[in-house]
């Protein structure tokens, strides 16, 4: 089962606006990442949040953590065009000594001219 | 130049065939992995490596094989390609020193008939 959901699924917005993004997970983290997807392309990593720490700011993003409730937000403000993309979160959980990073389903991003 | 190159970048063959993907990276990482993508199920991992003699499984590792030939290189091997093998594949590199940050090539498309 997927440790990530991210919420909403598709987010259409206009220039100039703010895009929040959801991430829930399941169990405990070590952090959390997030990921940009330009379609069909590979993924790019945005940021990442470890799990004591509970904001984070990195140019026009700034991710959120809150680990009693599980769940990561991602805010772009002044959002353009070329943020249209899909945006993952990835959570890294610890497994059997390994450190595996759990991909979500996406938040798909259409940022209108 | 990619720092993580895969080819090819798309193929399409039939069930049944033997089909290799190949992946290279000049970023000198120690650690690389193979995840497939579905519309709508995010990245599952298929297998990871963590050096030359250390090849894990992954969540969803049944049909496929992989060879890590060097560092810098890894291979995953499809031996008798089914249908429900068709998605979108990519390899990812990452310092087992880092962040946890992952490094994408830019995906294989693979279209089994």
């Known amino acids: 089962s997927q440790q990530g959901e991210e919420d909403p699924q598709a987010l259409s917005i206009q220039e100039g606006e703010n895009a929040t993004m959801n991430c829930s997970y399941k169990t405990s983290i070590n952090n959390l990442q997030w990921y940009r997807q330009n379609s069909g392309r590979g993924l790019v990593h945005l940021i990442l949040?470890?799990?004591?720490?509970r904001e984070k700011h990195s140019g026009r993003l700034r991710v959120t953590l809150d680990t009693s409730k599980k769940s990561s937000s991602l805010l772009i403000t002044a959002s353009r065009a070329a943020d249209t993309a899909s945006y993952f979160c990835a959570t890294a959980v610890s497994s059997t000594g390994f450190q595996k990073l759990v991909f979500g389903t996406g938040t798909r991003l259409l940022v209108s001219p | 130049d990619a720092d993580v190159t895969q080819t090819p970048r798309n193929r399409i063959t039939k069930t049944g065939k033997r089909i290799m993907l190949e992946c290279s990276q000049t970023k000198g990482h120690d650690r690389m992995y193979w995840y497939r993508q579905d519309p709508g199920l995010g990245l599952r991992l298929i297998y990871y490596?963590?050096?030359?003699?250390?090849?894990n499984k992954g969540e969803i590792s049944d049909g496929y094989s992989v060879s890590r030939q060097a560092q810098a290189k890894f291979s995953l091997s499809l031996e008798s390609a089914i249908p429900n093998q068709t998605a979108l594949y990519f390899c990812?590199?990452?310092?087992?020193?880092?962040?946890?940050?992952?490094?994408f090539g830019e995906g294989s498309r693979l279209t089994v008939l």
């Open positions: 490596s963590f050096d030359v003699k250390d090849i």
């Open positions: 990812a590199t990452r310092s087992g020193r880092g962040t946890g940050e992952l490094f």
């Open positions: 949040i470890r799990s004591n720490e």
